[in-house]
């Protein structure tokens, strides 16, 4: 079945930027999501990226896509303290609806 | 403004008792989907819906059914709790199909224990 793969921590300074990588295996995805989850909470939408698309940029975050490799990256510059969080990949699988996420990466931002 | 909720917020139940978990949502989304988050294992799909009267497995559906009688609410019942069953659970809903998927919005969760 559909598989989404993200490294599970980073650690990055404040003011550093700050890369996540996700890898998937369904070659059918037509939109991919970054999703973001604080302590507690449930997950917010960050950004997607059509497949289309290679890249994508929104104030501080930036998405690359690799279609070939089927590699997703989210950066975010000038990491602040509050993105630390728990960032997840999600695919769409096919037609369906449904979304298959990763494990989630788990951001440490240190002062 | 429409929104996603989810209750209890926190539920501690023993063993064998039937539980339900309430979800509601306002943004009339037709499809709605229910996961559990468990460390390592990042969101996996209980079970889902797309609309009044559907209901289908995700790929954990095991020990767990659902219900869509109406468009807002999809309720979770674990028939007879177990402690594998300890999880914190999440509800979300999204439009009907976008190609490939669509965005889906997330209600705050649900943290279950199982005694």
């Known amino acids: 079945g559909e598989d989404v793969e993200q490294s599970l921590f980073l650690s990055v300074r404040e003011g550093d930027s700050s890369v996540i990588n996700c890898t998937y295996t369904?070659?059918?995805?037509?939109?991919l999501y970054w999703y973001k989850q604080e302590p507690g909470a449930g997950l917010q939408l960050l950004t997607y990226?059509?497949?289309?698309?290679d890249m994508k940029q929104d104030q501080r975050l930036t998405v690359l896509l690799n279609k070939k490799d089927k590699h997703l990256s989210l950066r975010i510059a000038d990491t602040q303290t509050g993105d630390s969080a728990i960032y997840f990949c999600?695919?769409?699988?096919?037609?369906?609806?449904?979304?298959?996420f990763g494990q989630g990466t788990t951001l440490q931002v240190k002062p | 403004d429409a929104e996603i909720t989810q209750s209890p917020r926190h539920k501690i139940t023993e063993t064998g008792r039937q539980v339900t978990l309430a979800c509601h949502q306002t943004w009339n989304h037709n499809n709605m989907f229910w996961y559990r988050q468990d460390l390592g294992h990042g969101l996996r799909l209980i079970h889902y819906?797309?609309?009044?009267?559907?209901?289908n497995k995700g790929e954990v559906s095991d020990g767990y059914s659902v219900s869509r009688s109406n468009t807002e609410d999809l309720p979770l019942t674990l028939e007879s709790a177990a402690s594998s069953q300890t999880s914190v659970y999440f509800c979300?809903?999204?439009?009907?199909?976008?190609?490939?998927?669509?965005?889906?919005?997330f209600g705050p969760g649900t943290r279950l224990t199982v005694l």
């Open positions: 990226i059509f497949s289309n698309m």
């Open positions: 979300a809903s999204s439009e009907r199909g976008l190609a490939g998927g669509s965005e889906q919005f």
């Open positions: 369904d070659s059918s995805s037509t939109y």
């Open positions: 819906s797309y609309g009044v009267q559907d209901t």
């Open positions: 999600a695919v769409g699988s096919g037609n369906t609806g449904k979304l298959i």
